[in-house]
Every structure is written in C-alpha cells, then in structure tokens.
C-alpha cells in the first residue's frame, strides 16, 4: 500500500474594510439570512406539527420563492438570492444532522457562515469589498468565506 504525501494546510486572515454604503447592505443582507433560517426553522416545524409533514430543501425553497412575491416580505427581493439558497442549504444539512446525531448539530442560532462583529463581516455571499493583507491593500470583487463556514480565506485570490 502506497503512502500518501503529507498534506499541507494554510490559512489566511482577512480583513474587510467596505464602505458605508457596503457596510449597510452586508448588515441587510446578514440580517435577512438570520430572518430565513429562522423561517425556515418555523416552517419545519409548523409542517411537522400540523400532520407530519417533512419539508425538504426543494419544498424550502419553493415556498421561500413565494414569499418573496409576497407583498408583506417584499423587502426580501430587493436582495441578491444566493445568500438566501445558501442559508436554506446550511439549514437543510444542519437539520438532518440534529436528528442523524451528526456534526453540527446546531439548528437554533442562525447559519454558521454568517457572522458580524463591529466592522468585520463575512459572509457566503458575493461582494466588492477592498482586503487589507499584511498591511497591504488590494480589491476583488468573488465570495467571502472558504465553503467550510470559515471566513478565514478569500477564494477570489487576495489573500494569496
């Protein structure tokens, strides 16, 4: 049996510095992802309950697709819809692994790949934003986040 080479990890930190206007539309849409993964969550639910219904992600995002040309949450497609598909995807696998006992199990508390402290953000989402490393600045424009729920490197290529 052949060995295999040793693996070789790297991380890199990034920091985001977007402008007012950016800043106020990252909050928007971090907002909003936290509002549908909690309807999502009292979707399930309510399904569940009524007469045992299982929603799956497609049945989800059916209904997600809906309340979006709902008059009441109109304000939902003034945003951009991946950030949202992938909020239901994140649920979707953070349910089945609640009930499988799996990895994480977290379904109350929003998605893992969306997060803001003060001035950082990140997000799964896509976005122009200007990154400083090592002290040196440059700009992209690709997505935040490493897939993994981290948002320890850039895949659009700043960080490198």
């Not at 309950?49 to 992600?57: E, I, K, Q």
């Not at 951009?80 to 349910?95: G, H, K, S, V, Y």
Request: net charge positive; aromatic share 10%.
């Amino acid at each position: 049996m052949k060995e295999s080479a040793p693996t070789i990890e790297r991380a890199y930190r990034v920091r985001l510095e977007p402008k007012p206007a950016q800043a106020r539309t990252l909050s928007r849409l971090f907002g909003a992802r936290r509002w549908v993964w909690n309807w999502a969550l009292r979707e399930k639910e309510a399904a569940w309950r009524a007469d045992g219904t299982r929603l799956t992600g497609i049945d989800l995002s059916r209904r997600f697709t809906a309340l979006r040309e709902a008059p009441e949450t109109a304000w939902l497609s003034a945003l951009p819809r991946e950030p949202f598909n992938q909020t239901l995807r994140d649920f979707d696998r953070a349910w089945g692994n609640f009930f499988a006992g799996g990895r994480s199990a977290r379904v109350a508390g929003g998605s893992a790949q969306s997060s803001r402290r003060g001035s950082r953000s990140t997000s799964a989402g896509s976005a122009w934003c200007r990154c400083r490393t090592n002290g040196a600045a440059s700009s992209w424009t690709g997505s935040v986040g490493s897939g993994s729920g981290s948002p320890s490197r850039c895949r659009a290529g700043c960080a490198r």
